[in-house]
């Protein structure tokens, strides 16, 4: 069949309009090259082009490793023939959130007997499904999967069994209350959970089946232990029992245990208490994240002391500076830090206020004990500088020169000593006191600034002194990732819960940063991903298009509550800015009054890369003739979610005609348009896929969030 292939294939070489023949690179340069083609597209497409290719395209390097993850256009028929040809050759193949494949398509992976490592995380399995993929696959170690509703262990059958026996890696993500495939994976030594469970109705019976079960999870091989809770009190409960074995046995060889927790989660008793004491004792621990309510001052130092961490998250933890670098610990080997909503973390004891100053001694001994970060997460707190210091958090966070991803409170970002009519990021013009122009001058607005970007190059002659928060972006040359949140901000939808009626009140330096320090931002060369939430000083909005402009990377923008609340004031800028945005893959925007018209979905129309859109708006509106000619333009969109205050069946007549137009074409398309404050939002969330409320509906802070190389 092949040879046939072959025979029909043209002979000519691949020429492009500039008479360059492809064939002339080396294999290397065409591998290198190929690399960056989906895999299908690689087997079904470019293999016919030539002979040289046919050969080219099957080689080990491109079809060991198949990842269709993000690769929205996999359609079944595509996926399906892929397998057909390489099936035997393919070692790795990730499926995560490949939601659109149907189930006969998941099936085809029985075919890849070479498989190691398989991820199906937000497929459509079911046990018999993943009985008769499981048993053809014995050489596979590493696993992904979802837990669904309906699940029974006692489906599975000794081949499949004997396959999850030799497993060292797995990835489980729980919608029902159950153990899943756990206590079948005698041979664990990296666990990843994460708790979706919603449905109440079954959860006494399933609870009471967990506890009764004879089997009990083994962990005396673990070496990671990882799992994330979905706010509401089912998934503790669930977590609960997970964690019962740890009252038995700490493992000896336990590197990363790491819980994620919204809100409070009491403590477990016994596994709780032993873990701590286990862990203080004799664990050297490379990654840790514990509840907060877990967290003991006195136990914390010890574990440290034992410990040579890469990853440490203490959000929302009654934690303190000088407890991180206890007895001069030397934290050297840190590159990931997470102390958001941390209060005192950068004071020495709890005496301090929410808005008090903090202590610049304690940043400077954090920042010389962790000069090796990458990732540091500030937010959610207010960390003030005192005005009488000369020492500044941004200057001294400047130190830093490894940083890749960073999230401050926007009150961190002000300088409480700049004046509001002195400043130099003022740009208006003084007002003439001379009689003569006396009343034929249109007078200043006293207390607004307005950024110009001409103005503000071209004051007195020279250029204005830098701030702190310049001096910290021209350090950080390598970010690729920025947050600066209100430490008071709260998204209007929350997760499992109504949505948010009315915004807290933001920190009063928080106003003190403008358009211009948006316009520093600009600085970040390979800035990849941007979030602006609850940013009161935005004017014009001018400092967004030099971001626009100079970030050509920026490939994740996300903008929520910046300036006036009941007046976009931003828009225009907004606008131009989305103009120069050639890479932007995703774009979320939450405002309480959004006209989403012709004119916004004209210019995200420039966006050609664009795949995601979420617009959160209490009272917005939009015109639907915009949003369709907007989709019909942009043809890589394959989620569009909006939250709005139009009606329930303007909402539902826009959905429905958004999916009969395009859902054919796009099959992972992804539509919800659905009023923000009806009372059956929580129910339209749930059944949206877990990628999207994950990565970009839902707000949340996702600096530092998870250890570095959780999972391949």
Same mark, same amino acid.
Request: with cysteine; glycine share 4%; hydrophobic share 40%.
């Given at each position: ?9 043209? &002979? ?63 359609s ?49 399995l ?74 109440f ?12 079960? &004879? ?10 232990f ?23 046995r ?39 994240q ?12 010890h ?20 407890q ?34 903090i ?13 090796? =970060? ?29 940083l ?41 607005? =006293? ?13 007195s ?60 931002v ?15 000083g ?61 004119q ?43 939250f ?69």
């Amino acid at each position: 069949m092949d040879n046939q292939e072959a025979e029909e294939m043209p &002979s000519e070489d691949p020429v492009d309009s500039d008479n360059i023949n492809m064939t002339e690179f080396s294999d290397e340069i065409l591998l290198n090259i190929l690399k960056f083609v989906p895999t299908h597209d690689v087997v079904l497409s470019v293999r016919r082009v030539c002979k040289k290719f046919a050969n080219l395209c099957l080689d080990k390097s491109l079809v060991s490793t198949v990842r269709l993850t993000r690769d929205y256009q996999a359609s079944d028929d595509k996926v399906k023939q892929m397998i057909r040809e390489i099936a035997s050759q393919i070692q790795v193949l990730s499926m995560s959130s490949c939601y659109w494949l149907s189930g006969p398509t998941v099936d085809q992976m029985s075919k890849c007997k070479s498989l190691v490592k398989l991820d199906l995380s937000g497929c459509r399995l079911t046990s018999l499904r993943l009985s008769k993929i499981l048993s053809c696959l014995w050489a596979l170690r590493s696993l992904a999967i979802d837990i669904s509703h309906g699940f029974d262990s006692s489906q599975l059958s000794s081949e499949s069994k004997a396959t999850l026996s030799h497993l060292t890696e797995l990835k489980q993500t729980l919608h029902t209350p159950s153990y899943g495939v756990v206590p079948c994976c005698t041979s664990l030594e990296r666990l990843l959970l994460y708790f979706e469970i919603h449905n109440f109705s079954s959860f006494t019976t399933s609870c009471q089946l967990m506890v009764g079960q &004879s089997s009990v999870p083994h962990y005396q091989s673990l070496r990671i232990f990882y799992s994330r809770l979905a706010p509401g009190y089912v998934n503790q409960v669930v977590m609960r029992l997970y964690l019962t074995v740890f009252s038995m046995r700490i493992p000896q060889n336990l590197q990363a245990f790491v819980i994620s927790i919204p809100g409070n989660f009491p403590e477990s008793g016994a596994a709780a208490k032993n873990l701590l004491e286990g862990m203080a004792r004799n664990v050297a621990l490379e990654a840790l994240q514990l509840p907060k309510t877990w967290v003991d001052g006195s136990c914390l130092p010890h574990i440290l002391k034992l410990s040579t961490p890469s990853y440490l998250n203490f959000s929302r933890c009654l934690v303190f500076g000088n407890q991180l670098v206890h007895d001069g610990k030397d934290l050297k080997s840190l590159v990931s830090l997470n102390l958001s909503g941390c209060v005192h973390c950068l004071s020495k004891d709890c005496s301090r206020k929410a808005e008090d100053d903090i202590d610049c001694d304690i940043v400077e001994t954090l920042v010389n004990a962790c000069p090796n =970060i990458r990732h540091l997460n500030l937010s959610a707190a207010h960390h003030h500088s005192p005005s009488h210091s000369e020492s500044h958090v941004c200057t001294i966070l400047s130190k830093l020169k490894h940083l890749r991803s960073l999230a401050l409170p926007v009150c961190t970002v002000s300088e409480e000593d700049k004046s509001s009519d002195q400043s130099p990021s003022n740009s208006l013009q003084p007002v003439a006191n001379s009689a003569v122009t006396l009343g034929l001058i249109k007078s200043t607005r =006293i207390g607004v600034k307005t950024y110009n970007p001409r103005n503000s190059s071209e004051q007195s002659g020279r250029d204005p002194p830098n701030s702190s928060f310049k001096v910290l972006l021209d350090s950080a040359s390598l970010l690729e990732e920025l947050e600066l949140i209100g430490s008071s901000f709260s998204s209007s939808m929350p997760r499992n819960e109504p949505a948010i009626r009315k915004e807290l009140p933001p920190c009063m330096r928080a106003r003190q940063v403008g358009d211009e320090d948006m316009a520093a931002v600009g600085r970040l060369g390979l800035l990849q991903r941007l979030t602006l939430a609850q940013l009161p000083g935005i004017v014009n909005g001018a400092g967004l298009v030099q971001v626009g402009m100079k970030c050509q990377e920026l490939q994740v923008l996300s903008l929520a509550n910046l300036g006036m609340l009941k007046k976009v004031t931003y828009m225009p800028s907004l606008i131009e800015t989305l103009k120069h945005c050639k890479q932007l893959k995703d774009f979320r925007l939450e405002q309480p009054y959004i006209s989403a018209n012709s004119q916004f979905f004209q210019a995200l129309s420039h966006c050609p890369s664009l795949q995601r859109l979420c617009i959160i708006s209490r009272h917005g509106t939009f015109q639907p003739d915009a949003v369709m000619s907007f989709m019909a333009s942009c043809r890589d969109v394959i989620m569009c979610h909006m939250f709005t205050g139009e009606t329930l069946v303007a909402c539902r007549n826009l959905q429905q005609a958004l999916l009969q137009s395009f859902q054919e074409e796009r099959p992972a398309l992804n539509v919800i348009v659905y009023p923000l404050l009806h009372e059956g939002l929580v129910n339209v969330i749930r059944d949206a896929p877990l990628v999207h409320l994950e990565e970009i509906t839902l707000f949340k802070s996702r600096v530092a969030e998870d250890p570095p190389h959780l999972w391949w």
